[in-house]
C-alpha cells in the first residue's frame, strides 16, 4: 500500500508530470499531407503447381511373379501415381513414397514387373475393404488357395507413420500375423476402417475412382465373411505407375 507521504506527495507529482509531456509536445501539429501514400498492394496467391505425371515403362515385356526381394526402383523426393485398370474401370492411387517408402517401393516395382497384370480383387467385403495382389487370383483352379501367394519375400511393415485407415480409399499393405509378413498383397478401405490404424501400413489414397472402387464385386458376407455364391471377383487387368516431372 503507497504511503501517506507518497499519497499527499502524488498530486504534485502527477502535475509536474503533465507539465514535462506538454513541454515535450510540439508546439503546433504539422498540417496533413494532400495526399496520403497508399499501401503497397497485397501480394498475388500462387496456388502450388500440380505436378504433371508421365508414364514409367515398365521393367520388361514379360509378366515376371517370384523374386528374392524387390530391387530399388523408387526416389521418395518424388511423388508416385498408380492406376488400376480393373474389369469395373480404373482407380487411380496417390503413393505415399515419403511416408512409406518401402511398401511404395515394393508396389511400384512389382507392377513395373507387370506381377499385378490379370490378378483378381479375390476379397471384398462390403463396408469393410477390397484385397488384391495374390499372383495364384489369375488362375480359377486355384481359387481355394486365392489369398495365400506373395512375391517370394516378405517384408517388414511401416506402422510408425502417423496415416490412418480413416476414410474409405485408403491403400494398404495386407500381411499375416506378423509384421514381417507383407509380400505383394494389398487393400484398399470401402469404408474408415481406424481399427487398423497403427497395425498395417498405410501407403496411399485413391484420387480418383472411388465411384469405381465401390462398384467392386463383393464376394463374402461381412457378418463372418461367408463368400458369396456366385460372386466372380473383378480383374485388375494392368497396373501403370506414374512419376512426377
Not at 509378366?63 to 474389369?87: E, G, K
Not at 514387373?113 to 486355384?142: C, K
Request: hydrophobic share 40%.
Amino acid at each position: 500500500m503507497p504511503s501517506l507521504a507518497f499519497r499527499r506527495a502524488a498530486p504534485a507529482l502527477l502535475a509536474s508530470l503533465s507539465l514535462g509531456l506538454m513541454a515535450c509536445a510540439p508546439a503546433t501539429q504539422p498540417q496533413a499531407s494532400a495526399s496520403q501514400p497508399t499501401a503497397p498492394a497485397p501480394a498475388p496467391v500462387v496456388a502450388p503447381a500440380t505436378p504433371t505425371f508421365v508414364p514409367v515403362q515398365p521393367l520388361g515385356a514379360a509378366r515376371v511373379t517370384t523374386f528374392t526381394s524387390a530391387a530399388q526402383v523408387t526416389d521418395p523426393a518424388r511423388t508416385y501415381r498408380a492406376v488400376l485398370n480393373t474389369s469395373k474401370g480404373p482407380i487411380t492411387l496417390e503413393l505415399y513414397a515419403k511416408q512409406a517408402p518401402v511398401a511404395v517401393n515394393n508396389f511400384v516395382f512389382l507392377a513395373l514387373n507387370r506381377f499385378y497384370d490379370g490378378t483378381r480383387f479375390h476379397r471384398v467385403i462390403e463396408g469393410f475393404m477390397a484385397q488384391g495382389g495374390d499372383p495364384q487370383s489369375t488362375d480359377p483352379a486355384l481359387r481355394a488357395r486365392w489369398g495365400t501367394g506373395g512375391p517370394g519375400y516378405s517384408f517388414r511393415a511401416e506402422v510408425g507413420n502417423g496415416l490412418r485407415f480413416d476414410r474409405a480409399g485408403v491403400l494398404g499393405m495386407a500381411r499375416a500375423a506378423s509384421l514381417d509378413s507383407q509380400g505383394s498383397q494389398f487393400f484398399i478401405t470401402l469404408a474408415p476402417a481406424d481399427f487398423l490404424s497403427g497395425g498395417y501400413t498405410v501407403f496411399g489414397q485413391v484420387v480418383s475412382g472411388l465411384d469405381t472402387l465401390q462398384r467392386l464385386t463383393r464376394t463374402a458376407t461381412p457378418n463372418g465373411e461367408v463368400p458369396i455364391p456366385g460372386a466372380q471377383p473383378d480383374l485388375i487387368q494392368s497396373v501403370q505407375i506414374l512419376v512426377s516431372r
